[in-house]
């Protein structure tokens, strides 16, 4: 009865507790790792066909992990044109720390080039002991 009471005081004199503010710059998720481990993470799809690929921006502190984008299979019965392949990293962690990496979906008119078809999404990679 008390608490509700004390709530209900709370209330009516606005205290409470302050808002919190958002991160100016989120990170969608992280991958976690331990020193000398592999994890693999699907990051998006790519299409081999129509030339769109998902793409490493920015790689991480590789004094912390180290990172390698590959592709799946597509569905064996997908017509052509139309498949989609998954797009996996596998982190590595290395040494203790925080550190990203940065991907997104490009257009590929020749090898090397990309031409971005999105915003970059940033992973946070922490790598434990």
Known sequence: MLSIIL???MSLF???PAPVDPDP??????AQVAVGESQLFEV???NQSARRQMTIVTGPDEAVATVELTHGEADPGCAPGGCEEPAYITV?????????VEVH????ESP?????LDEPVTIGIIVNE
């Open 92 to 100: 590595t962690g290395v040494a203790p720390g925080e550190t990203s």
């Open 44 to 46: 998006g799809t790519s």
């Open 14 to 16: 606005g205290i409470g």
């Open 105 to 108: 979906l490009c257009f590929v």
């Open 7 to 9: 709530a209900f005081l």
């Open 25 to 30: 710059n989120p990170i969608p998720w992280q």
């Open 112 to 116: 090397g080039e990309c031409q971005p």
